[in-house]
Nanobody, 115 residues
Framework: QVQVVQSGGGLVQPGGSLTLSCAAS????????AAWYRQAPGKERELVAR???????GYADSVKGRFTVSTNNAQNTVYLQVDNLRPEDTAAYYC?????????WGQGTRVTVSS
């Protein structure tokens, strides 16, 4: 059974950085696409970054130049490097990975940006 497990997140001061990771297990197959979403309290979930396994990436305008998505296909893992964090980046971050046309979600991880 495929599982997607997230790690990273936490409390960071404005201007700080974090690395979020998202790893799929329970399958010998490599993901074909992955995406990171976030949901702030009282707001809808929004797409912040995406990547294919061959490195085609895209970002929301609000995070361009600050967030970087990368992949380790051999480890079936996707990373989100978040730099120069702002209070408005505070949210629960979720990843999903597409493996053989099915989408699997991670459990979510909280990022809080506060001084």
């Amino acid at each position: 059974q495929v599982q997607v497990v997230q790690s990273g997140g936490g409390l960071v001061q404005p201007g700080g950085s974090l690395t979020l990771s998202c790893a799929a297990s329970g399958t010998p197959l490599t993901f074909t696409a992955a995406a990171w979403y976030r949901q702030a309290p009282g707001k809808e979930r929004e797409l912040v970054a995406r990547s294919t396994s061959d490195g085609d990436t895209g970002y929301a305008d609000s995070v361009k130049g600050r967030f970087t998505v990368s992949t380790n296909n051999a480890q079936n893992t996707v990373y989100l490097q978040v730099d120069n964090l702002r209070p408005e980046d505070t949210a629960a971050y979720y990843c999903n990975m597409v493996i053989v046309y099915r989408c699997y979600w991670g459990q979510g991880t909280r990022v809080t940006v506060s001084s």
